[in-house]
């Protein structure tokens, strides 16, 4: 069924668990997360990144996300990953998103509450969820031309003020996680992450959860994290199957590929304690 993030973030953050947010990118992708999130009679946050615009048409991938989340008995919610652009974010509400995020993590604060004050007045009115991001999370990964390459760390008082400003629904925030592959160990700081769930009234969010550890990704959760973005473990699981396997036509490598894409979701379910 498709929801808002809101109901199922709030009921995550007061019971001390995660729901996994994983980008789809085509059909394959968003049907078999949806499958598993059925499967586990789970809740799931079906993310589509405005830098995947150059992979899937937004009207496509709207129309998608919507088709196996309203076919799905356990709660899913259509979320707009690092929306940048104010007319995407505006599109993405009209065509049935039920959640999204405004990320200007890359401005000062003055205009990082401009920019999301603007899009929670948008959103607000349509039924529509808002995440904003304060800090950023940048990236190890070489020649990554949709990231900064290095972290900037959430403040607590200025995430506050963010909050108070903007009435923003949940807040991403940026505590050692990194996107895409880690080159060395991840450094989670839990203490700050205990600052910002003990500031803020709001469920937090953690960007970069692929390769962060799972036994960091549990502390995570348990500390304040109800949401956790992932992508690349998907994809890189999917690729090593292929090779590994050898499929002998298309449709073989398909199926290889989601099958280990689902396997890698049920593994996070158990880690962020969302599913058994």
């Known amino acids: 069924m498709l929801v808002t993030t809101k109901d199922m973030l709030a009921k995550a953050r007061a019971g001390g668990y995660a729901i996994p947010s994983p980008d789809f990118v085509d059909s394959h992708s968003a049907r078999a997360f949806c499958a598993v999130a059925e499967e586990l009679h789970a809740p799931l946050i079906l993310s589509f990144a405005e830098v995947h615009l ?22 899913v919610a259509l ?5 940048v652009s104010f007319a995407v974010i505006e599109e993405a509400v009209a065509r049935g998103f039920t959640s999204v995020m405004i990320d200007a993590s890359k ?8 920019r999301t004050r603007e899009v929670v007045e948008l959103a ?10 304060i800090g950023h999370v940048g990236t190890e990964e070489e020649g990554n031309d949709h990231a900064l390459s290095e972290n900037v760390y959430t ?12 009435g923003v629904d949940s807040l991403a925030v940026s505590i050692g996680t990194k996107h895409g592959a880690y080159k060395g160990e991840p450094h989670i700081n839990f203490e700050r992450l205990a600052e910002l769930k003990a500031a803020l009234d709001v469920p937090l969010v953690l960007h970069g959860g692929s390769g962060s550890g ?9 500390g ?10 998907f994809i890189v699981a999917a690729r090593d199957a292929v090779y590994e396997q050898r499929p ?11 099958d280990a894409m689902r396997d890698v979701l049920r593994r996070y379910y158990r880690v962020l304690r969302c599913a058994g």
């Open 224 to 233: 304040g994290v109800a949401k956790v973005n992932l992508y690349t473990d």
């Open 79 to 83: 979320h707009l990953d690092h929306g």
């Open 248 to 258: 002998d036509h298309w449709v073989k490598m398909l199926e290889a590929g989601d």
């Open 54 to 75: 150059e992979h899937l048409a937004l009207d496509e991938a709207a129309e998608l996300g919507r088709f196996y989340a309203e076919r799905t008995d356990a709660p």
């Open 214 to 222: 799972d036994e960091n990704l549990a502390r995570c959760a348990q």
């Open 155 to 166: 403040e607590v008082a200025a995430a506050r003020e963010l909050v108070q400003a903007t």
């Open 107 to 114: 401005e000062d604060l003055p205009e990082n509450i401009r």
């Open 124 to 133: 607000h009115a349509h039924g529509v969820a808002v995440e904003a991001e």
